[in-house]
């Protein structure tokens, strides 16, 4: 079974910076447009960026400028660096397939708080 494991989210001050990383135990990940996720109490999960099997990038528009999404298909893994993070920006994230393809992982918390 295809597993998504993230990590790398915390607490972090408006302004601040995370890198978060998820690893997908899958073979087709190299070909796969991936994606990040996030789910805020209360609000349906979004997509804020996906990057495809080329290095394409796509972003929400709360979120361009400020985070990069990448990939290293060697190590079945995509980054997402967040910079000049916002209180807004709490939220549980979650890396998956650019339509939600796998299986859903526990996703990995992040908060921007003072």
């Known amino acids: 079974q295809v597993q998504l494991v993230e990590s790398g989210g915390g607490l972090a001050q408006p302004g601040g910076s995370l890198r978060l990383s998820c690893v997908a135990s899958?073979?087709?990940?190299?070909?796969?447009?991936m994606g990040w996720y996030r789910q805020a109490p209360g609000n349906a999960r979004e997509l804020v960026a996906h990057?495809?099997?080329?290095?394409?990038?796509s972003y929400a528009d709360s979120v361009k400028d400020r985070f990069t999404i990448s990939r290293d298909n060697a190590k079945n893994t995509v980054y997402l660096q967040m910079n000049r993070l916002k209180p807004e920006d709490t939220a549980v994230y979650y890396c998956?397939?650019?339509?939600?393809?796998?299986?859903w992982g526990q996703g990995t918390q992040v908060t921007v708080s003072s």
């Open positions: 998956n397939t650019r339509y939600g393809s796998l299986t």
């Open positions: 990057i495809t099997s080329g290095g394409s990038t």
């Open positions: 899958t073979r087709t990940f190299s070909m796969n447009t």
